[in-house]
């Protein structure tokens, strides 16, 4: 028992930066988790990728302002993320490309702005602190950004929840009965955007999407009730990031806490996959009843 | 000298070296990172001009070369490296560059340290941070100036007056930095830096420092490392954490909340700051590092 408590507790008990990653991560599940089964749902699954890749020039530009600043580079993220959603959004709107190739040129655009920005300084490891943020190392600041966003996006999702949810399972419905789908689409993608800039501060720009999309796309597997999958979601991205720091503290030098909390999100995935009760692997490859689902 | 055949070596391998086609003209030297330019700066003096392609505060470890970096070292006459693949970057830059300068490795006949923890990554067991102890910068010193030579033999007596020169001016930097060790306390010369660059520094001064992350800086610290640290602070009586110039910030402080050792000031090891900086040449950086820790191991809880 000493031994199972020393492997899943006791790093916790020993030390703060354990809990603080802990709790960062679970703020970062509790909001980044339903968000990502939104955009799993509306078939935007690779929306969150692309997002990620747009917000990183604006947290570049904030790091060679002010240097390793936490409000310099959550503003120029959250401002590169909403240029990139808002142009994308217009130029669909008002053209005759559609929405994925107008955010994919745009963020393409703002990718390639991005790395220009870092070379200007002359080096590229600041880059890294961008790309990979470092989960063993939030200060106050960054937890009270973390779960800030977490209520924020909790209270925003409880008051759009019908017309989402409208918007995924029948969007030509919604448009018919009120005039809210593109401004609930905005709001929406403000979500993802604020959300993908708290989580590149734990755990950078790219890993931050993993924890949104993976728990979400595992979830899939087990029940197609949206709150349920909601709720799932945010169960498997905790669930990771408690292993995931588990496994980064059991393992010594070799596995850094960011890549093993996704890993572990992962393996839930491909655990899922493979025995989901909803269309899992191994369900469909055992016989079942004739005519029964 | 122990490096002039490894110097006469490049020479025969580079067949007829071309030499500067005016004596006026600049000898162009292409040096890696910012320690090393100094270094040529101070022996080729007025007789060269040195590109320096990581620049102050850049980190080498990780470093991607531009175009523009390709055509200066094209240029360039001769090209002075670290060497330990410190710059592994740098051998497909010369080549692709095309360049025919000489290639001069900084670290000939300095024995490298063994990594104590080598994790498969960085830098394939041998610490390349030798410029941190001052009298492997001497033999840099010696190496630099023997590949001046070699490459504008015309100036060897201007050179060998200025690396001279040098020399007696790291003698006293030495002399200095040892003394100051002697100010601090036994069981006071230990610290905790993020970054293990020091190597060289400690085993020459006898100051011991412990890393949150491994050599390179390409790698992430794991969970398993910062908790080593910290039960090590605790346990040790660590009087001071400092924080790199280059590396993540938010870990070193969280790594001293937690373990209530003090913030010491920044230490320069892999790059040197901006001319204005603190640290602009090396022997700046030097005493800059001996005295912020003197100042934070003297002054730390015990």
Avoid at chain 2, 54 to 77: E, F, I, M, Q, R
Avoid at chain 2, 189 to 212: L, M
Wanted: with cysteine; glycine share 10%; hydrophobic share 50%.
């Amino acid at each position: 028992m000493p031994l199972l408590y020393d492997l899943l507790i006791g790093p916790f008990a020993e030390f703060d930066f354990m809990r603080r990653a802990l709790v960062g991560v679970f703020a970062l599940s509790v909001s980044g988790a339903p968000v990502g089964v939104f955009l799993m749902l509306r078939r935007m699954s690779l929306t969150g990728d692309a997002m990620a890749h747009a917000i990183l020039p604006g947290a570049a530009l904030g790091y060679l302002v002010a240097g390793f600043s936490l409000p310099a580079m959550t503003l120029g993220g959250l401002v590169a993320g909403f240029t990139v959603a808002l142009a994308a959004g217009a130029v669909a709107r008002l053209t005759v490309l559609k929405e994925d190739a107008s955010l994919a040129a745009f963020y393409l655009i703002s990718l390639a702005l991005g790395v220009t920005l870092v070379s200007l300084r002359g080096s590229a490891v600041d880059l890294f602190h961008v790309l990979f943020g470092n989960v063993l190392a939030l200060d106050d600041d960054v937890l009270i950004l973390l779960s800030g966003v977490a209520s924020l996006t909790l209270g925003v999702l409880a008051l759009a929840y019908r017309p989402l949810v409208l918007e995924c399972v029948d969007p030509g419905f919604l448009r018919s009965v009120s005039r809210s789908g593109g401004f609930v689409h905005l709001t929406f993608l403000g979500l993802v955007v604020i959300n993908l800039v708290a989580g590149f501060h734990a755990l950078g720009t790219l890993l931050a999407v993993g924890l949104m999309m993976l728990p979400a796309a595992a979830a899939r597997f087990w029940t197609a009730d949206i709150t349920r999958l909601i709720l799932l979601a945010s169960g498997f991205g905790m669930a990771s990031g408690y292993i995931g720091l588990v496994a980064s503290y059991a393992a010594g030098s070799n596995l850094p806490a960011g890549p093993a909390i996704i890993l572990a999100a992962g393996a839930l995935y491909l655990g899922s996959l493979l025995l989901g009760s909803q269309g899992g692997l191994a369900r469909r490859l055992l016989p079942r009843a004739h005519l029964q689902r | 000298m122990l490096n002039r055949r490894s110097v006469l070596l490049s020479l025969a391998a580079g067949a007829a070296l071309p030499l500067p086609v005016f004596a006026q003209e600049k000898l162009p030297v292409v040096a890696s990172f910012s320690v090393l330019g100094d270094f040529v700066r101070e022996i080729g003096g007025e007789r060269v001009s040195v590109t320096t392609l990581v620049g102050p505060d850049g980190d080498a470890h990780v470093y991607s070369p531009t175009p523009a970096d390709a055509k200066t070292v094209a240029g360039a006459k001769l090209v002075v490296v670290n060497g330990l693949k410190f710059e592994g970057w740098l051998s497909r830059l010369v080549k692709s560059s095309g360049t025919k300068a000489m290639v001069a490795t900084a670290t000939t006949g300095i024995t490298p340290l063994k990594l104590a923890d080598d994790h498969g990554h960085g830098h394939g067991g041998e610490d390349p941070h030798a410029w941190q102890s001052v009298a492997n910068a001497k033999i840099y010193v010696g190496n630099v100036r023997d590949a001046l030579v070699a490459a504008d033999p015309a100036g060897k007596a201007v050179y060998e007056a200025n690396a001279a020169a040098y020399q007696t001016k790291l003698d006293a930097l030495e002399a200095e930095i040892k003394a100051t060790v002697a100010r601090i306390p036994v069981d006071r010369r230990k610290a905790i830096t993020s970054h293990d660059a020091f190597g060289y520094f400690v085993k020459a001064y006898g100051i011991a420092f412990i890393a949150p992350q491994g050599v390179s800086t390409e790698a992430e610290a794991s969970a398993k490392d910062v908790a080593r640290i910290i039960r090590q602070i605790k346990a040790e009586k660590v009087p001071a954490v400092f924080l790199e110039n280059i590396t993540n910030p938010r870990l070193a402080e969280q790594i001293a909340r937690e373990s209530g050792a003090k913030i010491g000031g920044r230490l320069y090891s892999d790059a040197l700051s901006a001319e204005s900086g603190p640290a602009g040449t090396y022997i700046a950086m030097m005493k800059h590092n001996i005295s912020q820790i003197e100042k934070a191991l003297v002054a730390g809880p015990a």
